[in-house]
């Protein structure tokens, strides 16, 4: 997979039924995303989600954003991608990411480690493994945020994947992975006036603001510890979910493209109901 379209859609699919799941698939194929992405927190794991997606749609390509490293061995992961790709005409992008201290150590019960030190490991333990598979050229991204891990993505992946960002932090970004890598960035999206939008926002990014990883990362952005205090000021909520009308989040999609992303996940918060998917907003900006 040498190119990757323009725009994707990022969402959190544990809410949905398998039929809804294959509705969605099929939805964002059919308004002509290229990529589906999706994450693995508590729910659905991460590779048996991409096999049911990637059989109920013909052209579009499923990306895990991400598939945790501590949920299996890196000869698991790498065998998966693999199986995935012969299996359905190499439409699958393995998203690897080292998540979050409450998800591994709480809700895994490993010992959380290192992330640049244990990403690094477990791709020298991919790139090791000999597996039996036709060899298939592999479409790997990780979830980076930092100069560090950025850098990591740079040297030993197709790009990176970085999740709650600005367009600032997509021209850091890009400024680190060099002209050719992958930049794939999410967006959450509100087709709803701010004030409105600003409820939704607060309400999916309590989830956040306590993760060391997303809060460090807003720091260095020039947020302050007011901005993520409570719920998150109107500046923080704004700048985390783009809102407004069909122009108005346009023009966010765009700061991206122009600071350096070839690839935006567009994440619809729908206004009124929380864990569907706001088509409207999706046809919005399909076209962009």
């Known amino acids: 997979m040498e190119k990757i379209g323009k725009l994707g859609v990022w969402f959190f699919p544990d809410s949905l039924s398998g039929p809804a799941v294959g509705k969605l698939a099929q939805g964002v194929e059919r308004l002509g995303y290229d990529v589906l992405w999706y994450p693995e927190g508590i729910g659905y794991e991460s590779f048996s989600f991409a096999s049911f997606a990637l059989g109920e749609t013909e052209k579009l390509k499923l990306a895990s954003g991400i598939a945790n490293i501590y949920a299996r061995d890196a000869v698991t992961a790498i065998a998966g991608h693999d199986s995935l790709n012969a299996f359905f005409g190499h439409r699958f992008i393995l998203g690897l990411g080292v998540s979050h201290i409450p998800l591994v150590e709480g809700f895994r019960g490993h010992q959380y480690r290192k992330p ?9 333990q991919i790139e090791a493994a000999e597996l039996s598979i036709p060899a298939l050229e592999r479409n790997i ?8 891990m950025l850098a990591l993505a740079r040297d030993r992946t197709k790009g990176a994947h970085p999740y709650l960002v600005t367009p600032e932090h997509t021209a850091r970004a890009r400024g680190i992975l060099g002209p050719d890598k992958w930049l794939c960035v999410e967006q959450k999206i509100c087709l709803a006036p701010p004030a409105e939008a600003r409820k939704v926002a607060a309400e999916v990014l309590s989830l956040y603001l306590g993760w060391p990883n997303y809060r460090n990362n807003w720091l260095s952005l020039g947020f302050t510890e007011a901005d993520l205090s409570g719920s998150g000021s109107e500046r923080f909520l704004d700048a985390m979910v ?3 009308n069909a122009e108005d989040i346009r023009n966010v999609l765009q700061a991206h493209f122009d600071a350096g992303a070839n690839h935006v996940c567009v994440q619809p918060l729908h206004p009124e109901e929380t864990g569907q998917v706001d088509w409207n907003a999706l046809e919005a900006v399909a076209d962009i």
């Open 141 to 148: 991204v990780l979830a980076a945020l930092g100069p560090n």
């Open 242 to 244: 783009a809102s407004g």
């Open 116 to 124: 640049v030190a244990t990403m690094r490991s477990y791709l020298d």
